[in-house]
């Protein structure tokens, strides 16, 4: 009778699942870095360099972080800042509103302001300022 030696070391390693497994993280590396190079191209309008000789109506409205409203530095309800634009667009067709919302106000309050100006069809930008500004 033979005794077979069960604890004979093995002479060889099996790689292939480590190397399927370097395959893997390497493809997942190539296309995590190609995704991340990846981005969105847009081509912004470049500034006229002559100077504007129209002078036109600026309206600059503020929303304060308890959604009170200031036009011009004095404080209105919606209802009043609706009369006011209509009343600086009699005057003057192409004068133009800048909206100022303060980072503590609610986001609603400022489309309010963005949807009166879309609604009376005055132009509008929007203010903002550099963080620690």
Not at 5 to 22: C, F, H, Q, V
Not at 94 to 123: F, P
């Amino acid at each position: 009778m033979q005794v077979h030696d069960e604890a004979k070391p093995y002479d060889s390693i099996n790689i292939t699942p480590m190397l399927d497994l370097a395959y893997v993280l390497l493809v997942v590396f190539i296309l995590m870095t190609t995704a991340s190079v990846q981005g969105l191209s847009i081509s912004m309008p470049k500034p006229s360099n002559k100077p504007s000789t129209e002078k036109h109506d600026l309206k600059v409205v503020q929303v304060l972080p308890d959604g009170a409203l200031l036009i011009n530095g004095v404080t209105v309800s919606m209802g009043e800042l609706e009369t006011q634009l209509l009343q600086a667009k009699a005057k003057d067709p192409k004068m133009s509103v800048a909206i100022k919302g303060d980072a503590r106000t609610q986001y609603a309050k400022v489309v309010s302001v963005i949807d009166l100006c879309n609604k009376i069809e005055v132009s509008m930008g929007l203010v903002t300022s550099r963080i620690g500004t």
